[in-house]
């Protein structure tokens, strides 16, 4: 997750919300960056494997993998307008200075923004839709690569100093990592589809929550629901820069820089899509990544989010719905994968089938 580069409803609501510092109701996992050495919590082999164990032990039938077809897992992954908040995402992970650090010191994909995505999604899609195996495979995958990523800090930023030490295999880190994917997830697809309800909201945070033990995080250091998770993710996006665990560097600014033009790849992102990424992001963030939010911009960010909604809604399920959403629906039927299929899975995975499939 290092490697990249979700509380809706109604939008306005959400965009006046992180403006506020919200009092976290018990829950004791937003730390200040001085306090994160003192309770630094690495993901051990031990731990990841402890955790596998426990999701595979709650998996009825592993052909589905870990959530099935009826699952509002599936029924909000698998959609294509996901991508709207895609750029949110992985603006929101850089602004967190391990992740920007570690893709400076580690990625060899630095400006290639797309090959980032796909690494991405081809693990994240693979633990949703893949098998049971395909799932941990991933998982086992993910956690093998970040215990690479390890480093210090070469300046100070936010609350952070020089030489603090960062490790991808931490659980502080994968909460705000796995935490921006949620919240953006959800975020996009309120935005399309309308408010879910508020059963079906906590249902599939609860469901991220059997997600994000594939990434090494325990429920333990999870908010323990929906409104919790709302609150911790304010109070990252609100912390004061000078103590808060989130803020921007060059480095940063760069790379968020190569995202939203396109670099290294022939897909340029429209200025509609640029502008619904600002518009999204905190004002305090969106200011330190200097982004460009003009009267022209808002215009077209409005815009996007009033006709995006229609178009969307009429897609032929080919274009609607992801490549490995319709992979996962083919093998439980029995059926190889059609073109279309493969070509879906090369558009949002960059391979045409999920990986860490016995059976091919």
């Known amino acids: 997750m290092f490697r990249i580069l979700r509380f809706p409803g109604n939008i306005n609501l959400m965009r006046k919300a992180v403006t506020l510092r919200p009092r976290l109701r018990g829950f004791n996992g937003l730390m200040q960056p001085s306090e994160v050495a003192?309770?630094?919590?690495p993901v051990s082999k031990n731990n990841i494997e402890a955790l596998l164990a426990r999701v595979a032990a709650g998996v009825t039938d592993p052909r589905a993998g870990i959530f099935g077809p009826d699952s509002i897992s599936w029924r909000i992954n698998r959609e294509s307008a996901l991508f709207l908040g895609a750029g949110r995402a992985a603006l929101l992970q850089l602004a967190h200075p391990w992740v920007a650090a570690a893709?400076?010191?580690?990625?060899?994909?630095?400006?290639?923004?797309?090959?980032?995505?796909?690494n991405t999604f081809r693990i994240v899609f693979t633990m949703v839709f893949g098998t049971l195996d395909q799932a941990l495979a991933a998982a086992r995958h993910l956690y093998s690569l970040h215990t690479r990523i390890t480093g210090d800090l070469t300046e100070d930023i936010a609350g952070w100093k020089r030489g603090d030490h960062y490790e991808a295999n931490e659980i502080n880190a994968l909460r705000w990592v796995f935490a921006t994917l949620?919240?953006?997830?959800?975020?996009?697809?309120e935005s399309v589809f309308g408010a879910l309800p508020s059963q079906d909201r906590e249902r599939f945070y609860h469901e991220a929550k059997t997600l994000a033990a594939l990434f090494g995080i325990p429920a333990a250091s999870l908010p323990a629901n929906l409104e919790d998770f709302s609150?911790?993710?304010?109070?990252?996006?609100?912390?004061?820069d000078s103590s808060g665990a989130l803020g921007v560097n060059a480095d940063a600014r760069a790379m968020a820089g190569n995202l939203l033009q396109g670099a290294g790849s022939w897909i340029r992102p429209p200025r509609w899509y640029r502008a619904l990424t600002t518009s999204w992001l905190p004002v305090r963030l969106r200011e330190e990544f200097h982004l460009s939010f003009s009267p022209a911009d808002q215009l077209s960010a409005a815009r996007a989010l009033r006709r995006i909604p229609s178009v969307c809604r009429r897609f032929p399920a080919a274009l609607r719905f992801i490549g490995p959403w319709h992979e996962a629906q083919a093998r439980l039927v029995?059926?190889?994968?059609?073109?279309?299929?493969?070509?879906?899975?090369?558009?949002w995975i960059g391979a045409a089938r999920m990986p860490f499939d016995r059976e091919e």
């Open 38 to 41: 003192s309770h630094f919590q």
């Open 103 to 118: 893709l400076r010191q580690h990625s060899s994909l630095l400006n290639q923004p797309v090959a980032r995505f796909h």
């Open 182 to 189: 949620v919240d953006s997830a959800l975020l996009a697809y």
């Open 231 to 240: 609150a911790y993710f304010q109070a990252m996006c609100t912390a004061g």
């Open 334 to 347: 029995g059926r190889r994968l059609g073109l279309i299929g493969r070509l879906a899975n090369r558009f």
